[in-house]
């Protein structure tokens, strides 16, 4: 089963690994047309009805596999409307090839005559709201005609995530949808063919630039802010976070950190809010003040960078996250607790493979993706998402296990999981959790492969920081 979005996610993706989208829509096409040979006789006549978009393109290439239906092609507007490159040149494709392709500029003039099969390509996930004309017509032309009704991806009209049918959604007899089966068919009275149309699976299992669509939707649609814990033995940790997580959207970004080395975190970036408490180590006494905090501003946390395992400090994160019932993504020394509380708060944690052991998670030796699966029963076991990190990262929330391969060993250096930490904190205000945790380290490594690129080895981890946007938004803007 899958969404709309992830569809168009996994297409990107797909693309991106070298399978264009219109690779994609030639076995669209030719699952179309092996279809239709299913229902036809060999004498059956074969109409086609094409939108603008690439449903209609799916279709212009079912027409080449139909030669000998010596197909009707009509095409619901003018060819200078369709939406896509990769349709338009399949219905330019069509014409020089001198098929039987029609335009149809006003319903009215929409001759469908009386074929035994109609193939619906008028409309697949691109439909929004109710039908619009000319489709309205001739889905309306559609049903009134006694022939058998195959429709390309989903039945026109009716929406591939929710199954709700627009008024004059077109009634299919079958329908071909593609790579996997959508939850607004599951309840649908026709016969549905899922075609496997060569998408690597690949496409799925690795984080890709087809990922970072939605975030970019969701860091432009929102506004978070974040609160890192932590310093104390160290600082640099935290003022990485913080940066980080400012870098890639947050619009705030405090530090808490022990009054001992609080101006020295302030030092390093003007950006971040640094506000201490006494002493020089993070305590019990501090927690509900900090839980506070987090709660009154609806903060995403980051509790772990530079703060030390002293017995103390470790009592504070345990009491910490057993009260907070936000997000937060717990790095570094306060990693140990989680499997320790049974907290309301939705965690993402980011361990390395010795603090994955550490912390209760499977010991690996070998590359983290061989142990994905172990690795999956452990996010499940404890309840949350583990960022598992190595030269290739592993993502999983106990059912979904996603891999990121960017990166290089230019990165294997102090500080590059603070960023990693900031980013997907800055991130997971505006994000569901796994998809925060799994384009975090996917825009990390971006940042350290343009960085490597640029610049070869000596990498720093604050040189990632103004990597990262470039690494998020892309060519986009
Ligand atoms: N990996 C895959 O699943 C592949 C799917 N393919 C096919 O691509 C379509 C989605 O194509 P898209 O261009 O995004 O949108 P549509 O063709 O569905 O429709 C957009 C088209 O229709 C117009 N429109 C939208 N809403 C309405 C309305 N209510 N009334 C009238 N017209 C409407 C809009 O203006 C556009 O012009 C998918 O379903 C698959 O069939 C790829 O071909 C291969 C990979
Ligand atoms: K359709």
Redesign the pocket.
Known sequence: MIS?ER??A??EN?DALGVP?KQ??E???NAVARAVRRVADPDSSVAIVA????????AF?AARFLDEYDPTVHL??RPE????D??RKNWEALVAAEYDARTVTDSKSLELGDPDVVVD????????????????TAAEAIDALDATVVS???P??LD?DTGER?DSAVSADHVV???DEKPGLTELDAEVTVAD?G?PAAAELFVGPGDLRSVRRGVRGGDSRVFVIGGGPYTGAPALAGQAALRAGASLSFVAAPEKVAGQIQGYAEDLIVQDYAGDHLTPDQVDGLVQTAHDYDDVVVIGPGLGDDDETLEAARRFLDAFEGEAVVDADALPVVSEVDTDATLVCTPNRKELAKMGGPDVEGPLRDARDDIASFAADIGHVVVAKAAEDVVTDGERTRIVRAGTPAMAVGGTGDTLAGVIAGLLGTQDSFDAACAGPFVNGLAGERLDAERGDGLLASDLLDAIPRALWGDER
């Open positions: 709309s569809m168009a996994v297409d797909a989208r994609l829509m076995s669209s096409g939108g603008r978009g690439n449903n209609g393109g799916d290439v619901l507007g409307t369709i939406s896509t990769i349709a390509a008028m409309l697949g996930t691109g439909v929004t709201g109710e039908l619009r004309e000319p489709e309205a390309v991806d989903v026109s009209g591939a627009a949808t593609f790579h149309i998408i």
